[in-house]
């Protein structure tokens, strides 16, 4: 399969602390993206993070990537109630026409 | 501005009956996806339209057609439906650009098929 893994599957944190989400892929990107969905809710892009770049920002998300070992960090940092959700790792193969291939979701629950 | 709508936000069929699912965008997209997302399997593309007038397979097409209307419009039609096509239907449009392309989703569609 060309999706790759997300890991973990789950993840429970309290309000406050770091939440850190993995995602591989087993072919070459043109970029990774990371989506959120919230419960009953259609996706939102969070960031988009090019093959050639190492690491963004975006207010309290860092995204890391390396090419070398096929992967992908998310970061949320001070997490809030509020970032109860599914995060969802996407990855465009490089190659013109390619689509995006979305992996199976990360499930993050953060307690108050 | 809408971004993406879906209509309808749930519906019941019995096997064997036709629907169809309508999609629209309002950001002047030219590339409309469809997908479906069931349980532990994340999103799974059903077709796609990089432009209007044009329509192409995804992953999983089987039962499934589509119809570029327009630039605004994506519908998909289940002709008979099947039990294995209950699922959370997502429409969604992107544009290329220059440091990569997004896409925006619309609310979904549940479907169940008795």
């Known amino acids: 399969s060309q999706q790759g893994e997300e890991d973990p599957q789950a993840l429970s944190i309290q309000e406050g602390e770091n939440a850190t989400m993995n995602c591989s892929y087993k072919?070459?990107?043109?970029?990774l993206q990371w989506y959120r969905q919230n419960s009953g809710r259609g996706l939102v892009h969070l960031i988009l993070?090019?093959?050639?770049?190492r690491e963004k920002h975006s207010g309290r998300l860092r995204v890391t990537l390396d090419t070398s070992k096929k992967s992908s960090s998310l970061l949320i940092t001070a997490s809030r109630a509020a970032d109860t959700a599914s995060y969802f790792c996407?990855?465009?193969?490089?190659?013109?026409?390619?689509?995006?291939?979305f992996g199976k979701g990360i499930t993050l629950s953060v307690r108050p | 501005n809408a971004g993406v709508t879906q209509t309808p936000k749930f519906q019941v069929l019995k096997t064997g009956q036709s629907m169809t699912l309508q999609c629209a965008q309002d950001?002047?997209?030219?590339?409309m996806y469809w997908y479906r997302q069931d349980p532990g399997m994340g999103l799974r593309l059903i077709y796609y339209?990089?432009?209007?007038?044009?329509?192409d397979k995804g992953e999983v097409p089987n039962g499934y057609n589509v119809s570029r209307l327009n630039k605004r419009e994506f519908s998909l039609r289940l002709e008979s439906a099947a039990p294995s096509q209950t699922s959370v239907y997502f429409c969604?449009?992107?544009?290329?650009?220059?440091?990569?392309?997004?896409?925006?989703f619309g609310p979904g569609t549940r479907l169940l098929v008795l």
């Open positions: 993070i090019r093959s050639n770049e």
């Open positions: 950001m002047n997209h030219n590339s």
């Open positions: 969604a449009s992107s544009e290329k650009r220059a440091g990569g392309e997004t896409q925006y």
């Open positions: 339209s990089a432009s209007e007038g044009t329509t």
């Open positions: 996407a990855r465009r193969k490089a190659g013109a026409n390619s689509k995006l291939t």
């Open positions: 072919t070459s990107i043109n970029n």
